[in-house]
């Protein structure tokens, strides 16, 4: 007499004379040495995994590898079946599997493989499930795990996706710069609007302020018409015009024909330019003003 003792989630296959006798479930098994029985083998009823790895050709002609992962359990009520109906389980469910995605991968592009797992998965599952059923054996799960290009294609693949990356990172720096440049000429035609207008409320400021200092002029000395009190506004705007040369940083000297003898001669200039202005003006408004021969550096 003999024994055995076989362990959890596990059964051993007991033989008499070479026929099946029975099964040894976990625990401790007599095993009647005396009366021909031996044990033949065991199984085990824990949930397996065998990953495959499968070489096949896409529809557009490219070499990938997929890895498949096959869960799968010894069925108990088919003990008999599982032991004796297949010499190595493995193998057979790697054979089905290498058909399986053989037969469904060449029909799809490289893109479509990629977001087909979950169908190449299920293909393989149902496939096994009809195969293998009759064997004791149930699939529990068929994973896709991974689809791997050769190198080349994979190094092309992200090239492409590289390329496309900057085409729109391009577009969007052009976008950017398009809205930048728009913009810009939006805010300098605003600003060139407000100082037309600012120019335009100044020129008004000004010919108020010598119309007001003309009526007041006239209504406080008698015998001068508004010609000379133009003329006296005028030299005065004229000298103004010197004293700001002077006093600018970029102006230290200044070259003209000044004595007290010349002052006719500059109201003379002045007047003249000032009706000059006036007759090329449209509207007859007052766009520029000439003066005396003034250099300075």
């Not at 009809?130 to 054996?137: E, H, P, Q, R, Y």
Request: aromatic fraction near 8%.
């Amino acid at each position: 007499m003999c024994c055995t003792c076989v362990d959890q989630s596990s059964v051993e296959v007991i033989e008499q004379f070479g026929k099946f006798a029975r099964i040894a479930y976990p625990g401790f098994n007599f095993v009647w040495c005396c009366i021909g029985e031996r044990v033949a083998g065991g199984l085990s009823l824990r949930i397996q995994q065998l990953d495959v790895r499968c070489e096949t050709k896409t529809k557009d002609n490219v070499f990938v590898d997929v890895v498949v992962s096959v869960q799968y359990q010894v069925v108990r009520e088919s003990l008999y079946d599982a032991f004796y109906k297949l010499t190595d389980s493995r193998s057979q469910i790697t054979s089905y599997v290498f058909d399986e995605v053989r037969a469904t991968v060449p029909r799809m592009p490289l893109d479509d493989v990629f977001t087909a797992k979950e169908d190449i998965a299920r293909n393989v599952k149902e496939e096994l499930q009809k195969s293998m059923s009759s064997f004791g054996f149930q699939i529990i799960n068929v994973l896709v795990t991974d689809i791997e290009p050769a190198a080349k294609v994979k190094a092309a693949m992200n090239e492409i996706n590289a390329a496309q990356r900057l085409r729109l990172a391009a577009y969007e720096q052009s976008e950017a710069d398009k809205v930048r440049i728009v913009k810009a000429a939006e805010a300098d035609a605003e600003a060139k609007y407000l100082a037309g207008q600012g120019i335009a409320r100044q020129r008004q400021a000004i010919i108020a302020g010598l119309r007001e200092s003309v009526q007041t002029f006239q209504s406080e000395v008698s015998d001068v018409n508004s010609r000379d009190v133009m003329e006296l506004l005028l030299i005065t705007q004229y000298f103004d015009t010197l004293k700001d040369i002077g006093l600018s940083g970029k102006s230290n000297t200044v070259f003209m024909t000044h004595s007290p003898g010349t002052l006719g001669d500059v109201s003379n200039q002045i007047r003249t330019g000032f009706m000059q202005a006036m007759a090329g003006a449209p509207g007859g408004a007052t766009t520029a003003a000439a003066g005396p021969s003034i250099m300075h550096r």
